[in-house]
């Protein structure tokens, strides 16, 4: 595949600020959550006048939540063409649920997203790309429930998540009763390791050059380049958390540039983004196998 024409999926992880997994011991109060809330929707209509004007598509993985308390933001996102996954119903990991639970949590999210957006949802990503050999159980819930791709096993090392040795192009991740097509994040094999360059605090804190080279690489490979934000990080005026000191670096920095940087990509990439089922559509048989368990 030519690394100029080679597909770059964007995807965006809709949750308000609050619910970051640096904040998760945190209890806001009901008019902190709502003002977060509200910057969330007005960040993600933004973003959607950033990418009509690229002419971009992209994958919204959605907490289905979000759909109860601002219907008309989900619909806004799937009537300007985006697709609509899930991304749980309360943004809760996996490791905090039973196998039940997350069956139950996954039904609700979809059913939800689905009679709000009036989209089928076939995909999804975990809260803090929480399936990891720890959570090796859950592949199977996804197959269960009929999904035609996951987005959340990360290649890569990291003190929350990560399962260093998956395939860093899409495979099909196996359980004991059956198989889902990943479609992992996209990274940059240097110095003998995958380095995270699909988004997050990685766009926000390594050059672009960075990213560039992770895209170029996998479409060397003949693999698309799956990156992923979150409208939170494109809003430096929002209030900031009570975080300790290193997560409160890694969660605000470089946020002042994001929307700057995110112009760079798609002015890069123009004519070149997919959404996740796009990708997921024009990918053959023909991949690699990876079991966590």
Not at 179 to 199: D, S, V
Request: proline share 6%; with cysteine.
């Amino acid at each position: 595949m030519n690394s100029n024409s080679a597909a770059v999926v964007l995807s965006f992880d809709l949750e308000e600020h609050h619910r970051i997994e640096a904040a998760a011991h945190l209890q806001p109060a009901p008019e902190s959550a709502a003002v977060y809330g509200q910057r969330m929707e007005a960040t993600t209509r933004r973003l959607l006048n950033q990418l009509a004007a690229a002419g971009a598509t992209a994958t919204f993985f959605i907490v289905g939540e979000i759909a109860l308390s601002q219907p008309q933001l989900v619909r806004a996102i799937a009537g300007a063409g985006h697709e609509i996954a899930s991304h749980s119903f309360d943004h809760r990991r996996i490791h905090r649920l039973t196998p039940e639970q997350f069956r139950e949590d996954l039904r609700r999210s979809i059913d939800t997203l689905q009679q709000v957006s009036g989209a089928s949802v076939v995909g999804y990503r975990a809260p803090t790309f929480s399936v990891t050999r720890a959570t090796a159980w859950a592949v199977d819930i996804l197959v269960e429930a009929g999904l035609k791709y996951d987005s959340s096993v990360f290649p890569v090392r990291h003190d929350r998540y990560g399962v260093p040795d998956a395939p860093r192009t899409p495979f099909w991740l196996c359980g004991e009763r059956g198989k889902i097509l990943e479609l992992p994040p996209a990274t940059y094999r240097r110095f003998g390791q995958n380095l995270p360059i699909a988004g997050g605090g990685y766009f926000r804190l390594f050059p672009l050059a960075f990213l560039r080279a992770g895209v170029n690489q996998l479409a060397n490979a003949g693999a698309p380049g799956v990156l992923y934000f979150h409208p939170w990080e494109f809003d430096p005026g929002q209030p900031k958390l009570p975080l300790k000191a290193f997560s409160r670096f890694r969660t605000y920095v470089g946020i002042g540039k994001s929307t700057a940087r995110l112009e760079r990509i798609l002015e890069r990439y123009r004519g070149r983004f997919r959404r996740c089922i796009d990708t997921a559509e024009e990918l053959g048989d023909d991949l690699p196998s990876f079991q966590l368990g």
